[in-house]
């Protein structure tokens, strides 16, 4: 006879068919007790959906509301409960603005769109528009229950579309209604006008709406969307020569340093960049990449006749002992050095031997000094351990992500 057990035996193993087959009173009753393992519980609460005993009903609420109890559990039971407007109150006191247990303020809020509560629209609208998907996936899920419950026009009523995020809720509810939304590439904020380009999908009707586009950076937009649907390079460069080239200027970032940066950023970077950034990536003939062992050979080389005694290169992911980047590592003598994979680039975040930078510059390396290095790219955001926003010249040469 199967038990709750043997068909979770360990954390991540689940016969999900066979635990379903099990009666919703054992099910919820071993839900109820914190003493189980939680990864042996949630996925019984998975498995009592559509048929929770009404009799146990409060047993897990109670382990809902319960802060020292396991989050994923509470989470799934949030879910498991969706119909169960008692749960409102708890819902919406104060106090769960405190609860910061990893994906319950997210789970809370999206509980209170799915059982109509208008009042969580605003954070609800703010969740949808996150970069993050689990974020955005329980936003949505929130708003598409006010939809549904009262309608777009009542819960655009409570969000109005002063923020962003509240316009990008529009974008999405006139598509979802056949509307054209090209006017949202218009929109200031670049994260609502990436929105609206993601969602177009006649070429013919943006080339119509191009000449009308209202700023230059709605015809970036169109022509992003264009390039899009269509791979058409040419058609790209033409529009993009029409508007005269437009650019993200950054004091003090010069041509060797912004291709290097451009070809390996702007085509995906994070929806909030600038569309100057994207178009530019499209229209522009990428460098010549190095030939990496050669240009590693080369610096060994440099150093060792410097008189040095360098270590074999190791990658960025190498030498983090995870992960992946755009550099390798030189160790010699008790110090380092970083040669970029993006060009002929070459930097030490401490104190580095003269000689040591002078080898490696009559070898044909451009070291990054400090000015350069604290030279900022505005208008390009690329993820970096859970921010999206502009960074450094150095930053972009010698990126590393765990």
């Known amino acids: 006879m199967p038990t709750i057990e043997t068909l979770v035996p360990s954390a991540g193993e689940v016969d999900a068919a066979a635990l379903r087959e099990l009666s919703g009173d054992e099910l919820a009753a071993y839900v109820a007790d914190p003493a189980h393992p939680w990864w042996r519980r949630r996925p019984c609460v998975v498995a009592l959906a559509g048929r929770v005993p009404e009799s146990r009903v409060a047993a897990l609420i109670a382990r809902a509301c319960d802060p020292r109890d396991e989050a994923m559990v ?24 405190r609860d910061r247990s990893y994906g319950m303020p997210e789970a809370i809020i999206k509980a209170r769109g799915v059982l109509g509560d208008r009042s969580a629209a605003g954070g609800l609208a703010t969740l949808a528009a996150s970069p993050w998907p689990h974020r955005r996936e329980s936003g949505e899920a929130g708003l598409d229950a006010l939809v549904t419950r009262y309608g777009v026009e009542a819960v655009l009523s409570e969000l109005g579309d ?20 090209a006017d949202a590439l218009a929109d200031p904020d670049h994260g609502v006008a990436y929105l609206a380009q993601s969602l177009l999908t006649d070429p013919v009707r943006l080339r119509a709406r191009l000449d009308a586009a209202p700023t230059t950076e709605a015809k970036l937009w169109t022509a ?7 791979d058409d390079t040419a058609e790209t460069r033409a529009i993009y020569a029409s508007l005269g080239r437009p650019r993200v200027e950054v004091p003090g970032l010069d041509e060797e340093l912004r291709a290097a940066i451009l070809h390996e950023y702007a ?41 040095f005694h360098p270590e074999p290169p190791v990658s960025a992911g190498a030498d983090n002992r995870q992960g ?6 030189i160790r010699y003598d008790g110090d380092r050095v970083l040669i970029s994979t993006l060009g002929r680039f070459a930097y030490c975040d401490d104190d580095v031997d003269p000689a040591a930078h002078r ?12 000015p350069v290095h604290q030279i900022l790219v505005t208008g390009l955001c690329v993820y970096y351990f859970g921010e999206r926003k502009p960074l450094g010249v150095s930053t972009l040469l010698f990126y590393w992500q765990d």
């Open 324 to 329: 992946e980047g755009t550099y390798h590592v």
């Open 162 to 181: 002063t923020r962003p995020e509240d316009r990008a809720f529009r974008v999405r509810m006139r598509h979802r209604a056949g509307d054209d939304v």
């Open 267 to 307: 085509s995906g970077c994070e929806w909030q960049s600038d569309p100057r950034w994207r178009v530019e990536a499209l229209c522009a003939e990428p460098p010549a990449r190095p030939d990496k062992d050669a240009r590693l050979r080369a610096a060994t080389t440099a150093l060792r006749e410097a008189g």
């Open 359 to 370: 080898a490696l510059e009559s070898a044909g390396f451009r070291w990054i000094d400090e």
């Open 74 to 97: 509470r989470i799934a039971l949030l879910d498991l409960l969706a119909d169960r407007t008692e749960l409102l109150p708890w819902l919406r006191h104060e106090d769960r603005r």
């Open 224 to 230: 992003y969307a264009l390039h899009r649907l269509t």
